[in-house]
Antibody, heavy 119, light 107 residues
Framework: QVQLVQSGAEVKKPGASVKVSCKAS????????IHWVRQAPGQGLEWMGW????????NYAQKFQGRVTMTRDTSISTIYLELSRLRSDDTAVYYC????????????WGQGTLVTVSS | DIQMTQSPSSLSASVGDRVTITCRAS??????LGWFQQRPGKAPKRLIY???SLQSGVPSRFSGSGSGTEFTLTISNLQPEDFATYYC?????????FGPGTKVDIK
């Protein structure tokens, strides 16, 4: 079935960078945008941006501009989220989601990747 | 950015109850709004799109209404699996923005 599988949990020190992967399967990889959403422990959902796997074009939330990079490798149907200059408040579960259609159907989602930033 | 608010932030209800959650946008968003359910430790799942359209496979006890700046999610005949946190999301403008969530727990 259509699936997004994310990389495993990460522990990073403040100031470091993290790169999370999201591997797509069982659908046409370049046919759907991938959005990233994060959720700090016990908190709500926060939209981070999207990447167009076909063109590589991106749209980032202003809050993350300059620190976030979304890329793709079409040869292995994988999307990457890189976040730099990590702070403790970047500790969160990071989700990728396939989004398509005029009503922005968020389906499916990856299982989430916990990134912990701690000294 | 469009700010989304939800009320209440939490509520307690019993199986079989009817529950209503409200979401408000800081400016008009037409009907470009979705509702998501999130169970603990799981990824969100969309229930409603375009404010009132039921996602395929979602039980008909879930319904949405509203347009512009005020929206509601109603769960009729609450079931045990419905105890979760619910979020609204506007997708009219970037950045997309979620409401802060409404936690529905068992009375």
């Amino acid at each position: 079935q259509v699936q997004l599988v994310q990389s495993g949990a990460e522990v990073k020190k403040p100031g470091a960078s993290v790169k999370v992967s999201c591997k797509a399967s069982e659908y046409t990889f370049i046919g759907y945008y991938i959005h990233w959403v994060r959720q700090a422990p016990g908190q709500g959902l926060e939209w981070m941006g999207w990447i167009n796997p076909n063109s590589g074009g991106t749209n980032y939330a202003q809050k993350f501009q300059g620190r976030v990079t979304m890329t793709r490798d079409t040869s292995i149907s994988t999307i990457y989220l890189e976040l730099s200059r990590l702070r403790s408040d970047d500790t969160a579960v990071y989700y990728c989601a396939r989004v398509g259609g005029i009503y922005y159907h968020f389906d499916p989602w990856g299982q989430g990747t916990l990134v912990t930033v701690s000294s | 950015d469009i700010q989304m608010t939800q009320s209440p932030s939490s509520l307690s209800a019993s199986v079989g109850d009817r529950v209503t959650i409200t979401c408000r946008a800081s400016q008009g968003i037409r009907n470009d709004l979705g509702w998501f359910q999130q169970r603990p430790g799981k990824a969100p799942k969309r229930l409603i799109y375009a404010a009132s359209s039921l996602q395929s496979g979602v039980p008909s006890r879930f319904s949405g209404s509203g347009s512009g700046t005020e929206f509601t999610l109603t769960i009729s005949n609450l079931q045990p699996e419905d105890f979760a946190t619910y979020y609204c999301l506007q997708y009219l403008n970037y950045p997309f923005t979620f409401g802060p969530g409404t936690k529905v727990d068992i009375k």
